[in-house]
């Protein structure tokens, strides 16, 4: 089992959509979860943080995290084509933080 | 306020050589890790350092070593290079080594072994 799984996608939206990324991790004892996102050719970059159960939102994002089902959920609303790329989920446990395989979003105009 | 920057963009390697990878850590940040990304796939973690010591590694042969200098830069070094060790290498920094902290990438090396 991996220790942060993601479904690979694509997932593919129209414009305007709400996007839903989903995530989940095997370790009980993981402390915080993170979003990033990749652009095709780039680096990731933060997008969201969360530590506690419950929802976390940033503007069009939503962070979602049940730490009993060991689940955590980005969703994104209004979906523009920008918002295009592969979204990283990363768990942090102990001194090292791993990464799921990413999510291939598209959004189409 | 200066990003993660990593030095070299690209390099290309002959099996078995021996390789050093550079990274300057954003300003403040203490905490450096770095990760390996093959084309298609999410980071891989290779380790973590924390005032100079390695504080925290994944499933890396030991070929794979790392150093932390006083100034929060790094270096990465990989010994007798395989072909499977052509990838994208992510250095990431953060403020701190607690949970709470995500990280500030830097642009990556793409390494190539031929």
């Known amino acids: 089992q991996k220790e942060v799984e993601q479904n690979s996608g694509p997932l593919s939206v129209p414009e305007g959509a709400i996007a839903s990324l989903n995530c989940t991790y095997s370790?009980?004892?993981?402390?915080?979860f993170f979003w990033y996102r990749q652009y095709s050719g780039k680096s990731p970059e933060l997008i969201m943080f969360?530590?506690?159960?419950g929802d976390k939102e940033d503007g069009r994002f939503t962070a979602q995290l049940n730490k009993a089902s060991q689940y955590v959920s980005l969703l994104i609303r209004d979906s523009q084509p920008s918002d295009s790329a592969t979204y990283l989920c990363?768990?942090?446990?102990?001194?090292?933080?791993?990464f799921g395989a990413g999510t291939r979003l598209f959004v189409k105009a | 306020e200066t990003g993660v920057t990593q030095s070299p963009t690209h390099l290309i390697k002959t099996r078995g050589q021996q390789v050093t990878l550079r990274c300057s850590s954003q300003?403040?940040?203490?905490?450096v890790s770095w990760y390996q990304q093959a084309l298609g796939q999410g980071p891989q973690f290779i380790f973590q350092?924390?005032?100079?010591?390695?504080?925290g590694r994944g499933n890396f042969p030991p070929r794979f070593s790392g150093l932390q200098f006083p100034n929060y830069s790094s270096e990465l070094n990989v010994n007798a290079l395989e072909l499977d060790d052509s990838a994208l290498y992510l250095c990431?920094?953060?403020?701190?080594?607690?949970?709470?902290?995500?990280?500030?990438f830097g642009s990556g090396t793409r390494l190539t072994v031929v």
């Open positions: 990431a920094s953060r403020p701190s080594t607690g949970a709470g902290y995500g990280y500030t």
């Open positions: 370790d009980r004892g993981s402390q915080s």
């Open positions: 969360i530590y506690s159960n």
């Open positions: 990363a768990v942090t446990g102990g001194f090292k933080t791993i």
């Open positions: 300003s403040g940040h203490n905490t």
């Open positions: 350092y924390y005032r100079e010591e390695e504080n």
